[in-house]
């Protein structure tokens, strides 16, 4: 840290001067809050000190009572953009009667250096997408960042990813062992300059390098030329590896099928979205369509991944006279939407500017494999495979993934939460009386935290089916433990006694005296709403999903649930069919069609039916599967409404084997979208029964056998595709408007589903519902961990925790 800064004050007469001590928490330290606050001293003519310690930042101020008023008052106002203040308060010191006495109140204003007496609870900044004054200092042949990939200020550049401890001081991130050169010293020890403080502050002269590497990662090339090496690379159709902020990307020519073709084959990845990074938003309007929120998200100081639709061939921005080389199908085959980020560091705009195109970016990873973040797991996992690496030598201490957002029923949804938003840190009104940790879901995991007064959710981790991810999901928790130095006492996971999360929790409180909870999974999904919304309820729940455990051993995911923070009542909820195969079903989306039909049609029946899906199966499976279905082996009963969205994409031949989680649910959206400008959506409509005892049963068999008929009369795949969502839009309003009262809460990955969310939210808002949806957390399974947390923050004030043993404790 710098030896202490001073600011000569021409004092106001000692008699009309006061003394006050401010504090702040939240987003305060990395996002050039000390400087702000020594700017405004100056302005305003007070003598004291600021300082930044372990819960944030500390002011001492001596001025007149209307300079401090002023003062404090434009602390919060005037705050820079990156920060964020949670909680600020203020309180009289007294003066000293000998001026002498205390040297921080001496006419003068210091910022002093970085104190650390308690552990931490001052929130990390996520990693921030370069700013326009840094993309102009590296665009200025006369400026010395003049094409440094890595230049930085206190308004852009990593942070999370770089930092070991806290505060965050360069000692204390991956920057400490590049020595600054004079004139970076300079900047960062001038509180004028935007780059005072900035930790990852460098140049040419000074700061981390690049190094164009062999498959083998033999140095080839180092500094500019290494950049120059990786676009004649990628010119050339190659395909390479690219060190980012949060790890290393896989990257080829978004133009060339074959590129893209061989990235496909190495990531395993048959069909699956890959996205796409471009230079400008200017490039991005040529490719792809979208509202002014849509580009406003694109371009968003995040840089988040952004779901847009796709222009047609035949389709041109208005008035433009340019033309964009068509992208390659295989990107994105058979949806509507492609996943478009701009560059978000100097190095990827460098690299997009020097090849003049647009480039897949999808991280370095295999199936069921953690983010890469060193050159020599590069090399050992992909070396054979790729043709070069795009290396530096600024160390990634912790992997971040892109973020990914699209904009759906008027408003943001955040379908993965990672750079530029995580990790999220939300402050609480009251502190909690223990540490708690939540642990999330199997898939899309990511974990919450909560201590004091203040929540993290970490960055996304991902599916936890693999030893790898297994250890990602730890070494993720033990950042966060390490930083802050928590020890927690009250875990919470879902009911799923098989999710590795689950486990983990059960396994980590026996072994340290901890307390553990449960939450169902769905309550989950409806208490992340509730977090982000900062309520406790009661709400009217819609959770609708791929499958979760229910209270009563069944795969829950069509559900309609009175929830609070305490628990919930199960209200409605689909008409349970039969998952033939379990978790083979999910992989098979005609084992789910025919569990629904099996239901209502015999064997020979259903081999009469016109569905393709059906009839290219053998007789003999046929039978088997329905010998599996009738005596329930291996076939557990599902209210999903995801599940149904399976079997239906299967009936309309959309599907036969997913390539990813989600895509049928997205075909039968693409379907939709295909539909003609004079054509309507087929009127369909699921029933409603009220059995005699329990919840309303939502019935799907009028339905399905409609979908079957008019499909044989030749009604058409988008008709019937758009009809499905609509008849899912109208359930949700029909069960609204059956309980009044409250707001609507919607959770779960089928609410990711746009055509859906475009019809629903509307018609809800119209019939006068209050709509409650996550927008920063994300509706999947991502923001499961945060429904934990709110959960377990609300438990412990109203009970007492238990100190010992691993209690399992009921919501109701």
């Known amino acids: 840290m710098s030896a202490t800064i001073a600011l000569s004050i021409a004092s106001n007469p000692a008699a009309n001067r006061l003394r006050r001590e401010f504090h ?100 990390i900044s996520p990693d921030q997408g370069m700013c326009e004054a840094c993309a102009t200092d590296v665009a200025n042949p006369k400026d010395r960042h003049h094409h440094y990939p890595f230049t930085n200020c206190t308004h852009c550049g990593p942070r999370y990813t770089i930092i ?62 290494a950049l120059h090496a990786a676009a004649r690379a990628l010119q050339a159709g190659k395909l390479i590896a690219v060190k980012g902020m949060g790890g290393y990307h896989l990257i080829c020519d978004a133009r060339n099928e074959q590129s893209v073709a061989r990235l496909r084959t190495l990531k395993r990845r048959e069909r699956k979205p890959l996205a796409v990074m471009m230079g400008s938003l200017t490039e991005a309007k040529l490719h792809v369509t979208g509202c002014e929120a849509e580009w406003q998200l694109l371009a968003s100081q995040a840089r988040p991944i952004t779901l847009l639709r796709k222009r047609t061939k035949d389709d041109r921005p208005s008035g433009s006279r340019q033309s964009a080389t068509p992208l390659a199908e295989g990107i994105a085959p058979d949806i509507p939407y492609l996943g478009v980020m701009l560059p978000y560091t100097p190095l990827h705009q460098l690299l997009l500017d020097a090849c003049a195109m647009p480039l897949v970016a999808t ?63 939300p402050s609480l009104k009251q502190a909690v009386k223990v540490p708690l940790l939540a642990v999330g879901a199997q898939q899309k995991n990511q974990l919450a935290l909560a201590f004091g007064r203040q929540r993290i959710y970490s960055p996304y981790i991902g599916d936890l089916h693999s030893l790898p991810m297994q250890g990602h999901f730890e070494q993720t928790l033990a950042t966060f433990r390490d930083l802050y130095d928590l020890k927690p006492q009250l875990l919470v996971s879902d009911r799923h006694p098989g999710y590795l999360s689950h486990q983990w929790a059960k396994g980590y409180c026996r072994e340290h005296n901890a307390t553990h909870i449960e939450v169902q999974h769905h309550h989950a999904h409806l208490l992340a709403v509730m977090a982000e919304h900062e309520i406790t309820g009661p709400v009217l729940g819609v959770a609708f999903d791929g499958t979760g455990l229910g209270d009563d051993g069944t795969l829950w995911g069509g559900e309609l649930l009175i929830a609070d923070v305490q628990g919930f009542e199960r209200i409605a909820h689909l008409t349970p069919f039969k998952l033939i195969g379990g978790e083979a079903a999910i992989r098979e989306p005609v084992r789910q069609l025919l569990g629904l039909l099996f239901e209502s049609y015999d064997v020979e029946q259903i081999r009469a039916l016109d569905i393709p899906a059906i009839k290219q199966l053998p007789a003999e499976r046929i039978s088997n599967l329905h010998q599996l279905w009738r005596l329930g082996r291996n076939a557990p009963y599902t209210s999903s409404i995801g599940r149904l969205f399976d079997a239906v994409a299967a009936l309309l031949g959309l599907v036969d084997t997913p390539d990813y989680e989600g895509e049928a649910g997205l075909l039968l959206e693409a379907a939709a979208l295909q539909l003609a400008p004079n054509e309507l959506p087929f009127p369909l409509a699921f029933g409603l029964h009220q059995s005699a005892e329990g919840p309303l049963h939502i019935e799907w068999a009028e339905l399905l056998n409609l979908l079957i008929s008019e499909r044989r009369k030749g009604t058409s795949t988008a008709s019937l595709a758009a009809g499905f969502i609509r008849a899912v839009s109208a359930l949700v309003v029909a069960l609204a408007e059956r309980f009044p009262g409250y707001p ?22 119209a019939a006068g519902r209050q709509v409650l949806i996550s927008e920063t957390l994300p509706l999947n399974d991502g923001g499961i961990a945060a429904g934990q947390l709110w959960f377990a923050i609300h438990h412990i004030a109203t009970h007492q925790p238990v100190t010992t043993g691993c209690a399992t404790l009921s919501e109701s």
């Open 24 to 123: 702040m928490d939240g987003i305060v330290q990395g996002v050039g809050f000390r400087p702000f606050v020594y700017g405004l001293a100056l302005r305003h003519g007070l003598a004291g000190y600021v300082l930044n310690d372990a819960n944030g930042v500390t002011i001492g101020a001596e001025g007149s009572p209307e300079q401090l008023a002023t003062f404090a008052r434009e602390l919060r106002d005037l705050a820079p953009p990156l920060s964020r203040i949670d909680h600020f308060s203020e309180r009289e010191l007294p003066r000293d009667a000998d001026p002498d006495h205390n040297p921080d109140y001496d006419g003068q204003f210091h910022i002093k250096a970085s104190q650390q007496q308690s552990a931490a609870t001052v929130a």
């Open 744 to 765: 609507v809460a919607l959770g779960g990955g089928v609410f990711q589903n746009r055509v859906l969310m475009d019809e629903l939210v509307p018609a809800l808002e």
């Open 164 to 225: 070991r401890r806290l505060p965050y001081d360069r000692p204390h991130t991956a920057m400490a062992d590049f020595a600054m050169c004079p004139r970076c010293a300079a900047a960062y020890e001038n509180p004028l300059d935007r780059r005072y403080h900035a930790q990852p502050v460098s140049c040419p002269e000074c700061g981390p390098h690049l190094s164009w590497r062999s498959d083998k990662g033999d140095a080839l090339a180092e500094r500019e030329d």
């Open 363 to 425: 991280s370095a990873n295999g199936r069921g494999s953690p983010i890469l973040i060193e050159c020599e797991a590069v090399v050992r996992e992909l070396g054979s495979e790729i043709d070069g690496i795009l290396d530096h030598n600024r160390p990634i201490l912790h992997p971040c993934d892109d973020s990914l957002v699209q904009w759906a029923g008027g408003r943001r949804q955040t379908l993965r939460l990672a750079r530029g938003y995580a990790p999220c840190t």
